[in-house]
C-alpha cells in the first residue's frame, strides 16, 4: 500500500458555508525570552582627560622666554654677548648670567618678583607674572620637561580645571613663601607651580592609598623624587624658598581637590538593574578629615 510521505498537519474545517476553504491548526509557540542587556556606562569618576592644558602652559613659557629675550636686546645694551649670531636675542655674558638669559634689568622689567617692587610700589602682581618668567634656557628647558612628564599624567587622571588650579594657586604660594624669606634678590621662575604639582602628586597618593595597587613603591619613588628636586635648590641661582612654599601649598590642594571615591562605592552605582548591593560610603573617614584641615589650612595661610 502507498503511503503519503508528507508530515501529518491538524487541519479545521469553516462551519460557514460560504467559504468551506481548510485551514492548517495555528500552533502556539511559546515566545523566546532574551536576557536583559547589560549598559555599560563610562565611570566618570575614573574616566581619561585629554591633557591640553600642561602642552598649553609650555608654550606660554616658552613665548615669555622669547619676548623677554626679544626686549632684553644685549647687543644694544651690553659690550659681549653669548651667541651673537642670534642678534637682539643673543644671551648676557656668562658672568653675568650663567644660565643663557637676559639681564636682571631685563627680568626686572618684565615683572620679576622683588620684594622692595611689591612692598613699596604697590605691585602685587608680580607674585603672579614672576612664575611666567625663567632667568635663562637652562632654566627653562629644567622646568618645562618636569612640567610635562609630571603635569600631563596628573591632567589625565583628573582633568585641567583641577591641575589648573594647583598648578596656579601653588605659583603664588611659592612667590609668597620667597618674598618672606629672600628679600634682596630677584626671583623668577615656574618652579613653585611645579614644585606644587610634586606636593599635589604626594598627598593625592596619600589620601587615596586604598585604590592603590602597588602603595609602598609608589610612595617610595614619589619621595625620592622630591628629595632630589629639593636638594636641587641648595646650588647657587636657585630660589629653594619658593620650591618649599609651592610644595606645601600643592601639598594641601591636593587634598581637597585631588580625592577619589572608593571602588566600592562607584561599583554600587553602576550595578545592573535588578542587582542589589549594601551601601557604601563615598569616602573614608580619613579622606574626610584631611580634605577639611587641608581646606582650613588653605583658606587661613
Not at 61 to 89: E, H
Not at 181 to 206: D, H, K, R, T
Amino acid at each position: 500500500m502507498a503511503t503519503d510521505p508528507s508530515p501529518q498537519i491538524p487541519m479545521r474545517a469553516s462551519s460557514k458555508s460560504s467559504n468551506n476553504s481548510i485551514h492548517p491548526v495555528d500552533v502556539e509557540t511559546p515566545p523566546v525570552r532574551t536576557p536583559t542587556p547589560i549598559i555599560y556606562r563610562e565611570i566618570k569618576h575614573f574616566k581619561k582627560w585629554i591633557p591640553w592644558l600642561v602642552p598649553a602652559f609650555v608654550v606660554a613659557n616658552t613665548v615669555m622666554f622669547i619676548i623677554t629675550m626679544y626686549v632684553n636686546n644685549c647687543p644694544k645694551n651690553s659690550v659681549s654677548c653669548v651667541a651673537d649670531f642670534l642678534g637682539r636675542f643673543s644671551f648676557q655674558p656668562f658672568k653675568e648670567n650663567p644660565l643663557l638669559g637676559p639681564s636682571s634689568a631685563t627680568l626686572l622689567k618684565m615683572g620679576a618678583l622683588h620684594v622692595k617692587e611689591v612692598v613699596d610700589g604697590d605691585q602685587g602682581w608680580r607674585l603672579i607674572t614672576c612664575n611666567w618668567l625663567h632667568g635663562g634656557v637652562f632654566h627653562l628647558l629644567a622646568n618645562m620637561l618636569s612640567l610635562l612628564v609630571i603635569g600631563i599624567r596628573l591632567e589625565r587622571e583628573f582633568g585641567f580645571i583641577r591641575i589648573g588650579l594647583i598648578y596656579i594657586i601653588s605659583g603664588f604660594g611659592g612667590s609668597l613663601m620667597s618674598a618672606l624669606f629672600l628679600q634682596s634678590n630677584i626671583s623668577v621662575g615656574a618652579s613653585g607651580a611645579l614644585f606644587g604639582i610634586l606636593g599635589s602628586m604626594l598627598s593625592e597618593l596619600i589620601t587615596n592609598w586604598t585604590i592603590y595597587a602597588n602603595k609602598v613603591a609608589s610612595f617610595v619613588t614619589l619621595l625620592v623624587i622630591i628629595a632630589v628636586n629639593l636638594a636641587v635648590g641648595i646650588l647657587p641661582h636657585v630660589d629653594n624658598f619658593a620650591h618649599i612654599g609651592g610644595f606645601l601649598t600643592g601639598f594641601l590642594l591636593g587634598f581637597v581637590f585631588l580625592i577619589r571615591p572608593q571602588f566600592g562605592w562607584v561599583s554600587q552605582r553602576y550595578v545592573p538593574p535588578g542587582h542589589s548591593s549594601s551601601a557604601r560610603p563615598k569616602f573614608k573617614k580619613y579622606q574626610c578629615i584631611l580634605w577639611a584641615v587641608s581646606l582650613i589650612l588653605v583658606i587661613v595661610g
